[in-house]
């Protein structure tokens, strides 16, 4: 009998092992699917001035599942990277992206739509594949999209220590007129003095800096280090996760270019973010 039981929870944990390897392989294939198949969606979240001016959005993309409901990309990137997706799913969000930011001009008035940016985040696709610089420009191309207006962003392990192949890449997309984020800054392994090394244009100060800028003395000073740092290198700092009015008019105070997180808005669906550009300035709640 006992030796009955052991098999028994042997099998039932090997059962549960295939169950989650299946799951796994048919999520792989759903997603492979979905991506071929222009199933994902993106939101688009704003950028804001010191004003509320709307600078730019960042595409944030999303997976309607017909079972599990609306996905985040924190439920199947490492879905997307398990099946070697990455690159795949980075050209479709670029070309979905560019294609949906080329129509606000006509949408939501000339003047207000020509001028936002479109940032889009990159995993799969990077600066060291040879066909980087052909992927974005034959996008650029096919969606008539003015060059200044795309930012694409990486993460901060991603840009240090690049060969110079990636980096002469970059230059450029640059040289065009492209310009590059480092997102996440400040959870990667640089230090502010490696700033200055990393090949971007924009600092986007990570959430967990901007949590604490109202309450954390240490937040607050390592905020403040780094725009004075960014802008004496001549790089321009978004606050990722501005959560609430407190935190924004302190970032202010300290100088930060550019803002994004719920205070200011969620990542809305494409047509409700058409909307808020065509409402021009996001209204900033006044200081607590
Ligand atoms: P990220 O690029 O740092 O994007 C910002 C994340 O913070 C987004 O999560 C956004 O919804 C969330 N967020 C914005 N404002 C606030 C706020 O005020 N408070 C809080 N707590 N969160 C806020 P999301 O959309 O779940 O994306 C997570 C990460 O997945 C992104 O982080 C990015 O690294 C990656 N990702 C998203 N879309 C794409 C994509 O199209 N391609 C690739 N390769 N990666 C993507
Ligand atoms: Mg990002
Ligand atoms: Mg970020
Ligand atoms: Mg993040």
């Not at 759903?30 to 804001?48: F, M, T």
């Not at 409901?69 to 070309?95: H, I």
């Not at 492209?178 to 100060?205: H, M, N, W």
């Not at 924004?248 to 808005?265: E, K, N, T």
């Amino acid at each position: 009998a006992a030796k009955e039981r052991g098999t028994g929870r042997v099998s039932l944990a090997s059962d549960k092992l295939i169950a989650s390897a299946n799951s796994q392989m048919l999520l792989e294939g759903q997603l492979r699917e979905a991506i071929s198949n222009d199933q994902l969606v993106l939101h688009y979240q704003p950028v804001v001035g010191p004003d509320g001016t709307v600078l730019s959005a960042e595409a944030l993309v999303r997976w309607p599942h017909p079972e599990r409901g609306l996905l985040n990309p924190g439920d199947f990137l490492p879905v997307a990277e398990q099946g070697d997706m990455l690159g795949e799913l980075d050209r479709w969000v670029l070309r979905t992206a560019f294609t949906e930011a080329s129509e606000w001009p006509q949408l939501c008035g000339g003047i207000i739509g020509a001028g936002v940016g479109i940032a889009v985040n990159l995993s799969g696709l990077v600066p060291g594949d040879p066909e980087f610089v052909d992927v974005v420009s034959a996008t650029v191309a096919a969606t008539g999209l003015a060059w200044d207006r795309v930012v694409l962003e990486l993460v901060e392990t991603s840009l240090i220590d690049l060969p110079s192949r990636s980096r002469e890449a970059m230059a450029e997309l640059v040289e065009r007129g492209v310009r590059f984020a480092v997102d996440d800054f400040g959870t990667g392994y640089s230090s502010l003095a490696r700033l200055k090394e990393l090949p971007a244009q924009i600092i986007k100060i990570d959430r967990r800096f901007v949590s604490g800028v109202a309450t954390d003395a240490s937040d607050f000073a390592v905020a403040r280090a780094l725009v004075d740092m960014a802008r004496a290198m001549g790089r321009s700092c978004v606050a990722e996760g501005v959560e609430n009015a407190t935190q924004f008019h302190v970032l202010r105070g300290v100088g930060v270019d550019a803002y994004q997180g719920w205070l200011l808005s969620k990542p809305l669906p494409a047509k409700e973010f058409r909307e808020i550009l065509k409402l021009g300035p996001v209204h900033i709640p006044s200081g607590a």
